[in-house]
């Protein structure tokens, strides 16, 4: 059985860093692309980032570009969010994902498991 668990979140003042982690468990870890998804209150959730199997090519939505990096030890089994700049509009529950994919009509998606979330919130 796949789990994947998030750390790292909590309160933070806007312009401030917060790293979140997220260990897997019961799968073949580096055969799988790793993303983190976000869901802000009364919204739908969207994609954050991705990062391949290796952890050579990472891809970020337009919101979080230049501020946020994912990456990835497959040694250890974790992939990490490092979030920085932080904005109220990052506000959110973030997840981690496995098995996430590109589509040719949108953002990654997964296709794997999820993880319980954690939750970020960024005050003004």
């Known amino acids: 059985q796949v789990h994947l668990v998030e750390s790292g979140g909590g309160l933070v003042q806007a312009g401030g860093s917060l790293r979140l982690s997220c260990a897997a468990s019961?799968?073949?870890?580096?055969?799988?692309?790793m993303g983190w998804f976000r869901q802000a209150p009364g919204k739908e959730r969207e994609f954050v980032a991705r990062?391949?199997?290796?952890?050579?090519?990472?891809d970020y939505a337009d919101s979080v570009k230049g501020r946020f990096t994912i990456s990835r030890d497959n040694a250890k089994n974790t992939v990490t969010l490092q979030m920085n700049s932080l904005k109220p509009e990052d506000t959110g529950v973030y997840y981690c994902?496995?098995?996430?994919?590109?589509?040719?009509?949108?953002?990654?998606?997964?296709?794997?498991?999820w993880g319980q979330g954690t939750q970020v919130t960024v005050s003004s």
């Open positions: 019961g799968l073949t870890f580096s055969n799988y692309a």
């Open positions: 990062i391949n199997w290796s952890g050579g090519i990472a």
């Open positions: 994902a496995s098995d996430v994919l590109y589509m040719s009509n949108g953002p990654p998606k997964a296709f794997g498991s």
